[in-house]
């Protein structure tokens, strides 16, 4: 069998991440392609794991075009979950674990969930989603907490007959099966990003899109088989699944997985096993570099730092450089191009406060309002083109054809480009706040604020904040005030995720507006500026 036999075209098929995993299964399986708490699983035992999986997903009634939501979080449960449904055809769902109820069950209603794979915390939710959504036929739980026995036995008689146990249903058979047929633009992937409109729009990413990332952005960083990979971001995240989990499978790298970031075991994570590339956002460079007892030692294998997911400030990239002695490559992405447009060449000059270069096979352009490119320096928003680029927004196509014009994708990020086609953004989509690398809408916050009675107006802003790039920050109008900001604060925790909550609450008798009552946010943060 040569080495393109199964990472090559079949017919109408298309190249896919599956059968690239299974290429590395067959030409090294006793290389490790994952260290998680300590152990190593081999790509002969990935790949015949998720082949076993698949075959259990089929035998639950799992077909090609069905939806399987991942409450997963960075655990071998999510790996093993993403590539048996893409082995079967199905289209995975990645959640975020942590986010509310209301957040979890906007996307599994809206995405049109059959099967939900969740961590064993979550069970309280499964008793609730049994009642709210009777098109989810089984809910698979993954153990990671000795108690889960106990949690499954209280379960109501209903709960416990649409759940099951991951080990159970791993362990109910035998046999593995071949990767399902795939053509190019089968969706592999939806993941829901959070939208202007206050509800998060699901990009429908394909087979055809994450392949071509994965191989690019890994070809474009230079990535191994003699890379291993810290495992950090959140692997449900769009950053994360190409950068850190598909791009160095695909090569035969080693993910080193850590299930949470801390400072402390992310040193001991790149000492023990002699790692050569951590990815993070900047808040994670900030809080590596603060870290006192972080020893550069544990670091002195890194041949390459990215970062993504929000502006790291030039001067912690030079501060972090200095200390550790390793070069800091920023990058850009969204999750509509799956997501990797640009990143600083390793073989070339590296230009702080850039997001660098187009990848290969990525084409990206600034342009004016009419969709003319500027002149170089000139500020307009950056569009991209390549087949990285999603196929749509779930059951959104006007969303979509305003989204994707003559095979441009708008990102709605202002940006220039310098003499030598090094890119930068000058600034972010309108409004938009990046906590942590993570991206909260202020009407999304706005429309929690609102639905309580006591609120009139509410308008959310974004502050700079030292921990995590920026923090969220609340204005509101209230009918009673002797209402206090931690009330309010409690409210908002139970309907959105904790970093999506604002981190400071302020009352005014009114917000400031223009002729036609819009609410001016430059105007807010003004107010800010003089206090």
């Not at 949690?151 to 099951?164: G, H, M, P, V, Y």
Request: proline share 5%.
């Amino acid at each position: 069998m040569n080495k393109d036999s199964f990472c090559a075209q079949r017919g109408m098929g298309v190249l896919n991440l599956v059968e690239c995993v299974r290429q590395q299964a067959f030409e090294q399986p006793e290389k490790i392609a994952y260290y998680f708490m300590g152990q190593g699983t081999s790509y002969a035992e990935f790949d015949q794991t998720v082949g076993r999986f698949a075959s259990a997903l089929q035998d639950l009634g799992v077909g090609k075009g069905d939806h399987v939501a991942l409450l997963l979080g960075n655990t071998p449960h999510f790996f093993i979950s993403l590539y048996a449904s893409m082995r079967i055809g199905a289209t995975a769902i990645p959640i975020n674990p942590i986010y509310t109820a209301d957040e979890i069950s906007y996307i599994i209603q809206n995405g049109d969930v059959k099967v939900v794979i969740a961590l064993d915390m979550l069970l309280p939710l499964v008793e609730a989603g049994v009642k709210a959504f009777p098109q989810v036929q089984d809910y698979i739980v993954c153990e990671t907490t000795p108690d889960v026995g106990e949690k499954f036995a209280a379960l109501s008689d209903a709960a416990k007959a649409k759940t099951k146990l991951f080990t159970h249903v791993l362990a109910s058979t035998t046999s593995t099966v071949d990767p399902v047929a795939v053509d190019q633009d089968d969706t592999a992937v939806i993941l829901y990003t959070s939208g202007t409109t206050g509800r998060p729009k699901g990009a429908m990413l394909t087979h055809g899109n994450l392949y071509s990332n994965a191989r690019d952005t890994g070809n474009y960083l230079q990535m191994s088989g003699e890379d291993r990979i810290i495992t950090t971001l959140p692997v449900f995240h769009v950053f994360a699944l190409t950068v850190v989990v598909n791009a160095p499978l695909m090569k035969g790298a080693t993910l080193l997985v850590a299930p949470r970031f801390s400072p402390g075991e992310i040193f001991k994570l790149a000492a023990d096993y002699k790692a050569t590339v951590f990815a993070g956002v900047p808040t994670m460079f900030n809080f590596l570099y603060q870290f006192e007892e972080g020893d550069p030692k544990a670091f002195e294998n890194l041949r390459l730092a990215i970062s993504g997911g929000a502006s790291l400030p030039v001067s912690l990239l030079h501060n972090f450089e200095q200390k550790f002695n390793v070069r800091v490559s920023e990058g850009y992405g969204l999750s509509e191009a799956s997501p990797v447009t640009c990143f600083n060449p390793l073989d070339r000059e590296r230009k702080a406060g850039s997001i660098g270069q187009s990848i290969i096979n990525v084409e990206n352009k600034v342009v004016d309002e009419l969709g003319n490119e500027v002149p170089v320096g000139e500020v307009g928003e950056l569009i991209v083109r390549g087949p990285n680029v999603m196929k749509g927004y779930y059951k959104l196509p006007e969303e979509t054809a305003m989204a994707i014009r003559n095979g441009w994708l708008y990102t709605g990020d202002l940006a220039k480009k310098d003499e030598e086609d090094y890119f930068y953004i000058v600034d972010r989509k309108k409004d938009l706040i990046i906590v942590g690398g993570f991206n909260v809408y202020p009407r999304e916050v706005e429309e929690v604020l609102f639905a309580h009675p006591n609120v009139i107006e509410a308008a959310v802003i974004g502050l700079l904040d030292p921990d995590f790039g920026e923090a969220v920050h609340a204005y509101v109008v209230l009918k009673d005030k002797s209402m206090t900001s931690e009330q309010l604060q409690a409210y908002c925790a139970e309907h959105i995720v904790k970093y999506k909550v604002p981190k400071s609450i302020e009352v005014l008798d009114e917000l400031p507006k223009n002729a036609t009552g819009k609410i001016l946010r430059r105007s807010l943060k003004e107010i800010v500026t003089v206090k």
